[in-house]
């Protein structure tokens, strides 16, 4: 059993967890293999340990370059003091939910959504959390180096003192990603290196043909419990939507609007803010980034193949009140990809889901009625031309594309 005064301690705590992504504040995790006793304890043990790979294996599974990977698990509310606990209903954690809420109210219907998101947080059993927080940083021979920074796992550790971040001073471009339905941690970090890595190499090969730019990105990749433990099955599929929109509307908005924002705005020559999201983690992105009441913070929304229905856009259209038509007032502009090969966008036959093509094919081929207003409809070519049906939409509008003949 879990000490009350932990157990109580542990949500709060992953609050200033994640606020070390800005404090730069260091705390060191238990070694390899010495996890199972609170495991055990935050029910966190069997396939829920895929969540956390990277406190088991810290060498072999991490960034391949400087930034932050925040975990987020889910444990029974009356272990971690949870806003939904005897416990934690009275907690710093309930009262930031109705803070919160009462700002989503102004927005009506709109934020029904987003405020039923939060009622789940408090209502289910289990809550997510924060579990760890790392830090990758470059040591003097250019080795990727990571040190922990919180991990509920480990919570009475003694602080280590841990390098510095090299892009603190001069970052030029905060990168935020998070991947989608079952996608263990093993498999997401994976990911994060192969889309960023992909950033990167682009950067390289601009700058040795002469590109003049500073570019100087950070990374903060967040991974999620997005399946059911032990399973990777179909049947999860509509307890991890309601995950993924109170992931994205508790800790994914918390990391843009609490911490990054203002740790950027205090700079002189504010850094650009990318957030992407794929399938379900796109869904939960979005969640966090057009949230009732939260500032401007991010100029790019990057959704590849995202898990929810077009409707969220669509004024007058679908059950859910189309809560990010006003997505203007949060986020500089919004790029969506869709596909025919995401299993969380076809399993969803009764929603017409942004991320499926067959749906922009419809809306954007088909055009009719309030799409034609609703997106700019792009298409590109297989030699990269791209052709656009509302130029002078600018961002008014969510661009919407296929991702053929790419992918």
């Known amino acids: 059993m879990v000490r009350e005064s932990r157990g109580v301690g542990l949500l709060r705590n992953g609050l200033a967890g994640i606020a070390l992504v800005g404090m730069l504040a260091g705390c060191s995790n238990g ?60 907690s710093a954690a309930a009262a930031v939910l109705d803070n919160w809420q009462n700002e989503a109210k102004g927005d009506g219907d709109a934020a029904k959504p987003f405020i039923a998101a939060l009622d789940r947080v408090r209502q289910q059993s289990k809550v997510l959390y924060p579990t760890h927080v790392i830090r990758y940083s470059a040591d003097e021979s250019g080795r990727i180096k990571s ?3 919180y991990s509920a796992l480990s919570p009475d550790e003694t602080p280590a003192k841990t390098p510095g971040d090299q892009f603190q001073s001069d970052v030029t471009h905060v990168f935020i990603s998070s991947m989608g339905w079952n996608t263990d941690q093993l498999e997401a970090v994976r990911n994060f290196n192969a889309l960023f890595g992909h950033v990167l190499d682009q950067a390289e090969s601009a700058r040795k043909n002469g590109a003049t730019q500073n570019f100087r990105p950070l990374f903060i990749g967040m991974t999620w419990s997005s399946k059911w433990p032990g399973w990777q099955h179909d049947l999860d599929y509509f307890n991890k939507a309601n995950d993924a929109d109170e992931y994205g509307a508790v800790w994914i908005r918390r990391v843009i609007h609490d911490v990054v924002g203002p740790a950027l705005s205090a700079k002189a020559d504010r850094p650009k803010v990318i957030v992407v999201g794929h399938s379900f983690g796109a869904r939960a992105v979005a969640q966090g980034v057009i949230s009732p009441g939260a500032p401007k913070v991010v100029d790019l ?53 942004a991320g499926d093509g067959d749906a922009w094919a419809e809306a954007c081929v088909n055009a009719n009625g309030r799409d034609k207003t609703t997106f700019d409809c792009t298409e590109i070519s297989a030699d990269g031309v791209m052709t656009r049906n509302k130029p002078s939409a600018g961002d008014r509008v969510p661009t919407w594309m296929p991702a053929r003949p790419f992918i």
């Open 301 to 353: 929304l990057l959704l590849l193949q995202p898990a929810f229905s077009k409707n969220r856009f669509v004024e007058g259209e679908g059950l859910e009140k189309a809560p990010y038509r006003k997505f203007a007032d949060h986020v500089g502009k919004v790029v969506m990809i869709a596909s025919n090969t995401d299993s969380a966008n076809s399993m969803a036959f009764w929603s017409e889901h």
């Open 31 to 90: 070694a390899p293999g010495s996890l199972d006793a609170s495991e055990k304890a935050l029910e966190l043990g069997g396939g829920a340990q895929t969540f956390h790979w990277v406190l088991h294996d810290p060498q072999g599974i991490k960034l391949h370059f400087p930034g932050y990977l925040i975990g987020i698990e889910k444990s029974p509310q009356s272990l971690i003091g949870g806003p939904g606990s005897v416990a934690g209903n009275s």
């Open 147 to 149: 040190a922990p920074l």
